[in-house]
């Protein structure tokens, strides 16, 4: 039976539009962080205008990214998810598109601060104070509103998904109080400790627990398959929630700070093996066995490509905290490849996945095209590894010159440029994945009603309930 745009339009308001709007900005600020990256190629690029110099443009990409896609990406998903797993509506979908326009209100705000160089000056934290008012107000409604939610819950049993969710809620005030508005009592040494630990917690404490809780939810889902482990699930849950925490001073190794406070951040970078080890222990026996799901389904080539880069990402992270490894790689490009990783490959994937999951039953109707799903999953895949690979091999070679007191500055950046070409390549290919992805999903939405759903090797897809 058909069912008019209108009708298929009413359930899930809030997470639709979350979604749609962070599908919009993915493609915005991927788009800028392109001119960036052809900034290092070549530096006379779009001239000497102020807002289009790399000073404004970074920060725009950056926070562009990490808020107006990812974290808006994530709330949308997760104000379809927590009901979902509650068996009951959102507490409130009026809060909830209250919270969505006020968020991408600020997002917008934050494009004109940026490109206006007004800036707190700091890391991750460019924002100036009246946004970062707006962003701490945004997540007070949208945690009152998932925590509502859960209280008024059908089903018992708390799913780990809602412990991440509950977690990344608590963690993410935390994190985001600290770095924007705590750190601005400190100066020096101090300031940039806590500058810090709010950047590593911002992937570690916000990104790493959503992306964790959404992988949860639809790795079995789209599996079609039973998580493998419960009681691993909630160890990987505890241990993460003690051991992140302490890991921020590993950007400062060999820096102005105390050596205890190194030593200390060092030994909890290599604990972080244990949370990580048994999320990629779960992802991947819940999938074992049905690899041949995998090849026809996006969502699932997305989260498990997803997974093996959360896992790299966090055998990374622990060995460039060690004293050894971390005095050539720090502060290189090694770094940004590392930080895309993150990001992009590990927590966006997974973001990814959940809204080509979820948009289709939120809409009822199946995904406009899985074919094309599967097209933009290989553009960002082949983006992605040229863009990690091109700057850990460049990053690490720059940072043995660096320790070669021998080689002049000037010559250390000139041999970067074939790194840097490479890697405006694979930014092609991340913006033409991410232009695809957004069109699937417009489509999907509002397709018109005649639309057929391409028959192809979907059926598993289409499917779904
Ligand atoms: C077309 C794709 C992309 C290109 C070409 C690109 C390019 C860049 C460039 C040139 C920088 C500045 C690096 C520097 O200062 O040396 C940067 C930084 C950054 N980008 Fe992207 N980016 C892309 C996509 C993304 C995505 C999708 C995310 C996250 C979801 C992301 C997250 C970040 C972060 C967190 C930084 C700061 C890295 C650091 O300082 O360690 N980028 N990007």
């Known amino acids: 039976m058909s069912s008019t745009t209108a009708d298929r339009l009413k359930e899930f308001p809030s997470a639709r539009w979350f979604i749609i709007s962070a599908a919009m900005f993915f493609v915005i600020t991927t788009f800028v962080g392109l001119l960036v990256a052809t900034k290092f190629v070549w530096p006379e690029f779009m001239g000497t205008a102020k807002w289009l110099t790399f000073g404004r443009m970074r920060p725009m990409h950056v926070n562009g990214v990490i808020f107006g896609w990812l974290l808006a990406a994530d709330m949308g998903v997760i104000f379809y998810l927590v009901p979902k797993l509650c068996g009951t509506g959102l507490w409130s979908e009026k809060l909830g598109l209250f919270t969505v326009v006020l968020f991408d209100t600020i997002i917008l705000c934050a494009i004109f601060t940026t490109s206006l160089g007004i800036t707190q000056g700091l890391e991750y934290a460019e924002l100036p104070f009246v946004l970062d008012v707006g962003v701490t107000l945004a997540w007070v409604l949208f945690g009152l509103n998932v925590f509502m939610t859960i209280a008024k819950r059908k089903h018992k049993k708390i799913y780990v998904s809602l412990w991440y969710t509950m977690g990344a809620i608590i963690w993410t005030a935390i994190v985001y109080i600290t770095g924007n508005f705590a750190v601005m009592f400190f100066t020096g040494v101090n300031q940039a400790n806590l500058n810090w630990f709010y950047v590593h917690n911002a992937v570690g404490l916000i990104f790493t627990p959503l992306g964790i809780a959404i992988a949860y939810y639809f790795i079995p889902k789209a599996a079609n398959a039973p998580l493998y482990s419960h009681k691993l699930s909630m160890i990987g849950f505890w241990s993460i929630s003690f051991v992140y925490v302490w890991t921020g001073a590993h950007h400062m190794i060999h820096g102005p700070i105390s050596q205890w406070l190194q030593t200390v951040s060092i030994i909890f970078s290599a604990l972080l093996i244990i949370p990580v080890w048994t999320v990629v222990v779960n992802f991947f026996g819940t999938v074992s066995g049905r690899w041949d799901q995998v090849r026809r389904d996006p969502v699932l080539k997305y989260l498990m490509a997803g997974t093996t880069f959360y896992l790299l990402t966090c055998f990374q992270g622990p060995m460039q905290a060690l004293r050894s490894v971390n005095a050539i790689t720090s502060k290189t490009d090694w770094v940004v490849g590392h930080a895309h990783m993150a990001l992009f490959g590990g927590f966006s994937f997974f973001v990814i996945a959940g809204t080509l999951y979820a948009v289709p039953l939120m809409v009822r109707r199946p995904l406009y095209s899985v074919k094309l799903g599967n097209h ?47 890697r405006l390549v694979a930014g092609t290919l991340i913006f033409t994945g991410a232009v695809v992805y957004l069109y699937n999903l417009s489509r999907t939405f509002w397709g018109p009603d005649t639309e057929e759903a391409p028959a192809t090797e979907t059926a598993s897809v289409v499917q779904r309930g």
Do not use: E, H, K, R
């Open 376 to 422: 933009a999953f290989w553009f960002m895949l082949t983006g992605g590894l040229i863009y990690f690979f091109s700057l850990w091999t460049g990053g690490f070679i720059q940072g043995l010159q660096w320790n070669d007191a021998s080689i002049p500055f000037v010559n250390t950046v000139i041999s970067m440029q074939p790194y840097w070409v490479a």
